[in-house]
């Protein structure tokens, strides 16, 4: 295996696809700068990588606060290091329909999932122009291209970064900086287990939307427990693109993702909305939540 040596920084690696990732490419040679906002949680990934005889530089990073992706930057060009990839990757999922979520609730989940995108893509891109070849590697997901009841605020985060990824692409075409999506169905990480919140009006009984946030939980719940999907894709699939072997800009990864994103796209709309209110909230469906089961 070729040894690769560019220098890459991730945001959100106290677990999952980020954790994974940042050993993954420091294996193969890349001198990481894996970040996360709570570095009391970083003694898992420091363990992980003296066992493997790696050297990860782990380093605090809150994608909503400015002035800590301001400290990374400062600390890349005290080191003298030149940065070849950014990877976007921090990133929770809030569930609850739209009138169940409050404006902070929404807002915060853009905070994080979009605005801190910006953040970092803003501060760390003139690093990135230095030299032609730079890279943006941004973690979206499936539900950036699809849509789904209950997960609203999510898939409009997602949407967002859709957006945003495909300009700034062809934007910064004339910068010689790359911009990749990455665009996983479920995988088993935090991110649908502790990390995982929901709207604070769906569990209240009164909302009219109570029934359905339930067979939407038990949708998920079944949904946790059936995952096939292994991480290692998400990291395997980001070597091959800073390897220069993957050029395509959109990357979506899990069999499940891929199916709904043609259904999406080759379905008749309606026919492809029906079959999503059919797998949800039919009758029989909905039956189950009466019962419980
Ligand atoms: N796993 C999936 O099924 C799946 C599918 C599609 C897309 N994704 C996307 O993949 C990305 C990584 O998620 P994951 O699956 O690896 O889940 P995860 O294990 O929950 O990891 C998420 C990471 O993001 C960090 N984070 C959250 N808010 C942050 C902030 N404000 N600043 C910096 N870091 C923050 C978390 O830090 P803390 O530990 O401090 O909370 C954690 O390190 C996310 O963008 C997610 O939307 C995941």
Redesign the pocket.
């Known amino acids: 295996m070729n040894k690769m040596n560019a220098v890459v920084l991730i945001?959100?690696?106290?677990?999952?696809?980020?954790?994974a990732t940042a050993l993954h490419l420091a294996e193969r040679g890349c001198r990481v700068i894996a970040?996360?906002?709570?570095l009391k949680?970083k003694g898992n990934l420091e363990a992980t990588a003296a066992d493997k005889n790696l050297e990860i530089t782990i380093l605090p990073?809150?994608?909503?606060v400015v002035e800590t992706i301001m400290a990374v930057k400062d600390y890349i060009t005290q080191q003298k290091l030149q940065l070849d990839v950014l990877i976007n990757?921090?990133?929770?999922?809030i569930g609850g329909f739209f009138e169940d979520l409050t404006d902070r609730e929404f807002r915060d989940q853009m905070e994080?999932?979009f605005f801190?995108v910006l953040n970092a893509t803003r501060i760390f891109l003139p690093l990135l122009r230095q030299k032609k070849g730079g890279m943006i590697i941004n973690?979206?997901?499936?539900?950036g291209l699809t849509a789904t009841p209950s997960l609203i605020a999510?898939n409009t985060s997602?949407w967002a970064i859709e957006g945003f990824s495909e300009a700034l692409r062809l934007e910064l075409k004339l910068m010689g900086v790359k911009v990749f999506l990455i665009?996983?169905?479920?995988?088993?990480?935090?991110?649908?287990t502790?990390?995982v919140r929901f709207a604070e009006g769906s569990d209240h009984e009164e909302s009219p939307y109570y029934p359905y946030s339930r067979r939407i939980l038990m949708i998920f719940e079944e949904q946790n427990r059936n995952i096939q999907s292994d991480v290692s894709d998400i990291s395997r699939k980001i070597e091959s693109i800073i390897r220069g072997k993957t050029k395509n800009f959109r990357n979506i990864l899990g069999g499940f993702a891929r199916l709904r994103y043609l259904l999406r796209k080759y379905f008749p709309y309606r026919l492809y909305e029906f079959l999503v209110f059919k797998v949800m909230f039919s009758k029989r469906g909905m039956g189950k939540v009466d019962k419980g089961v």
């Open positions: 945001t959100g690696c106290s677990s999952g696809f980020g954790f970040t996360m906002r709570n949680k990073l809150d994608v909503t990757n921090a990133g929770y999922g994080t999932n801190g973690i979206s997901s499936v539900a999510y997602k665009e996983p169905g479920p995988y088993p990480t935090k991110v649908l502790d990390n």
